[in-house]
């Protein structure tokens, strides 16, 4: 029988929130930064057991077991098999399914895949070509982003000529007409084919899994038009459902409990480099309410920083009314110079230098209230201009999902206008397609001793240690240096446990091919117990200064252990001359690695040659593990 296929079921589930799905079928309340819990509705629950990660996608009741990703749930929930719970949750969230059974299938399945492999090698291509242009590295250098930063965003240049990628995409075995069908390439009116993109710096625009879908191009030079050139809608991307920045910022707005939404390319890219790193951009197209969507799975509050000019002013207007129905609270924030002339972010962070971040984090300090923001900005002389602005606010208010923050407002507009609070009048637009109905469901089995974690036996350093470097990403990197293939493949491993063990390498695996940890898809590639110990781990967090001193001296502590525990396995050896000096040699090791650990927390975050010693020790355990 036809289905869907994997790549579009874990595209779909990527831009699902499961709250946003569990929320339809029972009301949830926010635990913490982007996590709920509620009561579970397949046992009878006398208080919220039942806890939902949108982040990693999933529901775990820990009284009576249930637990699963969003399909899971629409399936046990409705009695729906797992195509009839696919096709439920994407009509939900308006995502389009392709059609099964139809012939052109396989086609869209070939072509997801050419425009991906040509995005990839286009991307490559115009990072490569930057350092080639005068023209474009001088452009860089007056929008003060340094190289690492440009690589990070993947920043390029597109050459002037009409078939430079043309002829590069060509040696690589992509024709023309496929570059075409990427969006890369366009057709000429004599019949030819050239470069889509040309004498552009080049804006890499990747989606939630980091992938590069698109990418928007900008002028070098102000008399050329247009400023901005972006890619078509292809099989890969989609406007109105990626924002620009957001695989990069994912993780820091949950830290942060916001999200700083800025309007152009350099704007967002100047603000994380600068430090601000909860910061995404709406650029090519206006925020739509996937984009809200989507946002609301990391936050409920929000900075609007856009240009104070006419555009600004109605790009504010019209986000505001997006983002509060999906829970987003937005304040809205005016950029200055001492002078008063406003300036947009990118001007902030280049005219403020080093104390850029904490000059914008005391801006937001004096953001304004969407309510006030509105009725500042909006004529209320006439009772007909308040008429009409009580009517606006209101048509806003009625489709937020928070309740008593939805009443709050109604009362306080009530209480400066004279109007009525309640929705009287009031024509709501409309909703998705909702599911009340709670039918008789029998209590899930409960989970078999096999698969229950046997948390008695998991050292809680080596937890912490694992759960210190998914939740840092300023750890990822080391961490892939230090557990990279040669030593994954020596059979030593610092770890105890070997669920812990697992974890981490997955982990690990997920950033070495992704260059990100995705909390979703990696759940997803785990077997049962190693993901029930990745929905255990908290909410805590780490600046870079704290991960990085507690992953040093975890490092040490897990060489130290591994030495004690070859040093024990001897012990059931019979004793010679070797078992004995081999035993020595441990406990010197170990007593040396205590000895570098011990000094002082200043030396051993700021020593550069900390983390190449305990490389060296970890070459030193692979060989004394070759000796037993």
């Known amino acids: 029988m036809a289905f869907y296929s994997d790549e579009v079921i874990q595209e779909l589930k990527q831009q699902t929130n499961i709250a946003d799905i569990i929320q339809q079928f029972v009301p949830l309340k926010r635990s913490g930064a982007g996590r709920f819990v509620c009561r579970c509705p397949f046992h009878n629950d006398h208080s919220p057991s039942m806890n939902v990660n949108p982040q990693m996608g999933i529901y775990k009741c820990f009284a009576c077991g249930a637990g ?15 195509k009839a719970a696919v096709e439920w949750v994407a009509s939900a969230t308006g995502f389009q399914l392709p059609e ?9 399945a070939e072509e997801r895949t050419l425009v991906r492999e040509l995005n990839e090698l286009a991307a490559d291509w115009f990072v490569e070509q930057l350092p080639k242009s005068e023209k474009a590295l001088n452009y860089i250098r007056t929008r003060h982003l340094s190289e690492e930063t440009r690589h990070f965003f993947k920043v390029g240049y597109a050459p002037e000529g009409r078939e430079g990628f043309l002829s590069y995409a060509a040696k690589n075995g992509f024709s023309p007409r496929q ?11 004599n019949g030819g084919i050239a470069d889509k993109f040309r004498d552009r710096l080049m804006f890499a625009i990747e989606n939630l899994s980091g992938k590069v879908v698109a990418f928007g191009g900008r002028v070098l030079e102000k008399q050329k038009k247009p400023k901005y050139l972006n890619s078509p809608e ?10 620009y920045g957001l695989s990069k910022a994912k993780n820091e707005i949950p830290k942060a409990g916001s ?4 309007e152009g390319y350099f704007d967002m890219i100047s603000l994380y480099q600068a430090g601000v790193k909860n910061v995404v951009a709406v650029s090519g197209t206006a925020l739509t309410e996937k984009h809200a969507e989507i946002l609301s799975r990391y936050t409920k509050s929000a900075y609007l920083v856009f240009d104070g000019d006419e555009a600004g002013r109605k790009a504010a207007l019209r986000t505001i009314e997006i983002v509060l129905p999906e829970g987003i609270v937005p304040k809205i924030v005016a950029l200055s110079r001492p002078n008063g002339e406003k300036i947009d972010p990118d001007n902030f962070v280049n005219e403020h230098g080093a104390s850029a971040a904490e000059d914008f984090d005391r801006e937001l300090t004096k953001a304004e209230d969407w309510f006030d923001y509105l009725n500042r900005v909006t004529p209320t002389e006439t009772i007909e201009d308040r008429a009409k602005f009580v009517t606006h606010l209101k048509s806003i208010l009625i489709h937020m999902r928070d309740r008593e923050l939805q009443h709050q407002y109604l009362r306080l507009l009530a209480e400066r206008y004279g109007t009525e609070a309640n929705f009287v009048g009031i024509r709501p637009k409309e909703e998705k397609r909702k599911f009340h109905s709670e039918p008789e469901m029998d209590m899930p ?67 070495t091919e992704y260059r990100q940890i995705n909390l979703m898809r990696l759940h997803d590639s785990l077997s049962p117990i190693p993901a029930q110990v990745l929905e255990s781990f908290g909410e805590e967090t780490w ?12 490092l040490a502590e897990l060489e130290i252990r591994t030495a004690e525990r ?19 040699e441990l406990h010197q090791f170990a007593s040396k690695t205590i000895r570098a650990r011990l000094r002082s927390d200043a030396e051993v975050t700021r020593d550069p040659t900390f983390f190449k010693n305990l490389l060296d020790y970890r070459t030193k355990l692979v060989e004394y593990s070759e000796k037993i």
């Open 68 to 82: 699963g990703d969003v399909f899971k749930f629409v399936m046990e929930h409705e009695k729906m098999d797992f």
């Open 100 to 108: 099964l059974g139809a012939p052109v299938t396989p086609e869209i």
């Open 179 to 189: 570059l075409v069908e990427a969006g890369l390439a366009v057709e000429r009116e």
């Open 234 to 243: 292809t099989a890969l991307y989609k406007k109105g459902e990626i924002l």
């Open 259 to 262: 999200v700083v939404l800025v």
């Open 445 to 511: 089995e409960p989970m078999s001793e096999d698969e229950q974690v046997p948390w008695s036996a998991l050292p809680p350093m080596e937890l912490r240690f694992v759960n210190l470097i998914i939740a840092s990403p300023s750890l990822w990197e080391p961490a892939s240096v230090f557990f990279d293939l040669d030593f994954a493949s020596s059979g030593v491993s610092l770890f105890a446990s070997e669920i812990l063990d697992e974890l981490l390498s997955s982990a690990l695996a997920e950033y």
């Open 543 to 554: 600046d870079g200064e704290a991960a990085q001193k507690e992953f040093l001296e975890s």
């Open 566 to 584: 070859f040093r024990d396995a001897l012990k059931s050896k019979p004793i010679t001359s070797e078992t004995m000096s081999l035993r020595l």
